[in-house]
């Protein structure tokens, strides 16, 4: 595929493992003609003189290549282990069956982990964590199939399910986009209509590849996007973001996120006239949901702007550079902040991919921050984002002090604050390794729902 085909800006920069031979590799450390490169799309007048950036996206393109080498693997592994721990659940629960992955009962590790589905009913509506608290569990919820979403939705928390939806991504020539919507209430009653954003599931190498991936592209207006969420949204080769796209005729289940679900928030907005919208993600969800609402306001969607209540977003990575901050930092923080980006601890996702162009990457907004005993603070950035924690003797005892802090702490806040803060024998066991492993069970919506519940209040005028 040619440079031109694959890109639709006049500034870019597309890391390409797919592409890259040893030779490649080789020629991007000893020359700075970075444009003649077949591992890296970008203008072939482009030059990278510093070795340090070279070096960054060397090490980089080493790591995409080794996680996609290992995804057909690592998925199968993944399968059978989920596969198997939902069987030992069955018959722990008396029930003598095969799972069945589509079916209601069905979890995925991250369910498995936390099997907490039911909102806190003691956060009533008026409570200020009462949007950031709805918005978690649907974060933690959107990991699940459609039929176990469904029953969630339905029969747990009393809610309208509208739809599930599995996106296409044109670049990539596969699904790597879910997400599901709600409304609180069925029709035109309806008080609140929520878009979840799946993050990267546990077993996918290939999106853990994506997380990793410093590649950009620059759209006109609104800065420096990262590349692989773009492409998950729903962006279009050759053209970008144009205001509407028709979908892959002659084949209805291949949708782009973006596009299908603006869709269908505008409609039912428009049946809904009380309604207003949430989106959510947890991990890389949390950077397609806060993408999702940017691009609505790039594409002037003033109706639907106007009624947007909050982007929550839970270990959200990096999006963007310091004009598209500003871009979204316009439309989503006045007149009052819309935009609530929480973090936890050693969470690195956060801190991703902050390699490569670290100047094209950056977060925005106010950070909502849990430290390790779930106390909340709120904070330009995310602590210790400037280095990284393990780079020193220092770090590498902190990290392994940190993860007996978090295996004390799980055993206590089971005992002291009852049965919704009790774990399961799963990340009991992931914590009790992570003393010697420290990050483990790093990146879990366990601790994000934890601390929004331990929370007095969420601040939303900082």
């Keep these: 595929m040619s440079k031109l085909d694959y890109c639709f800006s006049n500034d870019y920069m597309v890391l390409r493992p797919d592409r890259a031979s040893p030779f490649d590799l080789l020629h991007l450390l000893f020359s700075p003609k970075v444009g003649r490169n077949k591992a890296v799309d970008c203008f072939t007048s482009t030059e ?59 979890r995925s590790l991250t369910g498995l982990i936390d099997r ?36 969630v939705v339905t029969r747990r928390w009393q809610m309208e399910f509208v739809k599930f939806y599995n996106c296409w991504n044109e670049f990539e ?21 929520v878009v979840a954003f799946r993050g990267t599931p546990a077993f996918d190498a290939a999106r853990w590849r994506a997380d990793l991936d410093p590649s950009w592209y620059k759209v006109p207006r609104l800065g420096r996007a990262h590349a692989a969420y773009t492409h998950a949204l729903g962006a279009q080769r050759n053209m970008g973001w144009p205001k509407w796209v028709e979908h892959i005729k002659g084949k209805p289940q291949k949708v782009y996120a973006y596009y299908t679900i603006r869709d269908a ?4 907005l428009e049946a809904s006239p009380k309604a207003r ?52 930092e316009r439309n989503l923080d006045r007149p009052k902040k819309r935009h609530f980006r929480f973090t936890y601890a050693g969470d690195p996702l956060p801190r991703l991919p902050g ?14 921050h849990f430290d390790v005993s779930y106390n909340l603070k709120v904070f330009t950035e995310i602590p210790g984002e400037t280095a990284s924690p393990s780079s020193s003797a220092a770090g590498f005892v902190a990290s392994r002090v940190n993860a007996a802090r978090e295996l004390a702490r799980s055993a206590y806040l089971g005992y002291r604050r009852g049965g919704y803060f009790r774990e399961g024998w799963e990340l009991l066991l992931m914590r009790v390794l992570a003393v010697p492993l420290p990050g483990l069970p790093f990146h879990r919506a366990h601790d994000y729902v934890n601390g929004v519940a331990l929370a007095a209040r969420i601040p939303k005028d900082e």
């Design 48 to 106: 990278i003189r510093s070795f340090p950036r070279r070096l960054a996206l060397f090490l980089n393109l080493l790591l995409q290549i080794l996680l996609l080498s290992l995804a057909g693997p690592v998925a199968a592994i993944g399968a059978a282990v989920e596969l198997a721990l939902n069987f030992v659940d069955n018959v722990l629960h008396g029930k003598m069956e095969y799972p069945d992955r589509s079916s209601a009962s069905y």
């Design 265 to 268: 928030v505008k409609g039912l």
């Design 277 to 328: 919208l949430l989106v959510t993600g947890h991990g890389s969800g949390g950077a397609l949901a806060v993408l999702f609402a940017t691009v609505m306001a790039y594409h002037r969607e003033k109706a639907v702007m106007d009624r947007l209540a909050g982007v929550y977003t839970f270990g959200q990575p990096q999006v963007g550079d310091a004009m598209l901050a500003m871009f979204a």
């Design 173 to 193: 020539s596969a699904y790597t986009a879910q997400a599901f919507v709600f409304c609180d209430k069925a029709g035109p009653d309806a008080e609140l209509v």
């Design 116 to 151: 907490r589905v039911d909102l806190d009913r003691s956060i009533a509506p008026a409570d200020s964590r009462h949007h950031a608290a709805l918005c978690v569990m649907a974060s933690k919820v959107a990991y699940e199939n459609e039929a176990f979403i469904r029953d």
């Design 355 to 368: 390699v490569g162009s670290p100047a094209h990457f950056l977060h925005f907004g106010l950070c909502l």
